[in-house]
């Protein structure tokens, strides 16, 4: 059969050299492009990402802010620490010039009475020491039996008298080196939550 020739009811095709698919049907030819639906669903997909960012953003912003007030407020409580072994520290060297003062005061006191008792020799006679001879004496003689010996007797009774009730400095060293690792930990947490 040839195109174009008619037999019984059919009508004549309009153009003899039209496609035809494979159950006589012309095919369709579709415009390139997207769908209706995939241009929804693109849509919608960009919208998602574009909050999701935001959200993640957001957050990630909060955790950083927080952070960062976490570890200023370690760092204000390790200057606090540190204020407070200042303070102790002079507060052991106030003593400590307290306790010197207080010995050489009673070298001093031991020395003036031993020049004033030894007084009556100087000077009497042919051979009798002077009176530089006798202060030097005196003061060799009270310093050092209350030199060093008494000032480490008295810094040993101080500290057995203090470590009671006060803060030793490694106890302070021990809370100064905690707060330095509570803030390495908490850098690392951040680091983490980063990733």
Known sequence: MTAGMTFGNSAPDASPYADEGPYGTPVVHKKAGMTRRGRVAIAVAGVAIVGGGTIWFQVHSAAVAKDEKEAAALQ???????????????????????????S????????????????????????????????????????TTDGSGMQAASNAQDASNRGGGGIN???LLGLVAGGGLAIALFARKGKKADA
Do not use: H, W
Not at 110 to 134: E, F, H, N
């Open 104 to 143: 050489a005061e009673k070298v001093q006191a031991a020395v003036d009475k031993c020049v004033k008792d030894s007084s009556d020799l100087i000077r009497k006679g042919y051979g009798s020491p002077s009176r530089s001879a006798v202060v030097a004496d005196c003061k060799q003689q009270y310093e």
């Open 76 to 102: 204000i409580q390790m200057k606090r620490l540190e204020l407070e072994e200042m303070r102790i520290r002079n507060e052991q060297a106030s003593t400590d010039k307290k306790v010197a003062t207080a």
């Open 169 to 171: 400095s490694p106890a």
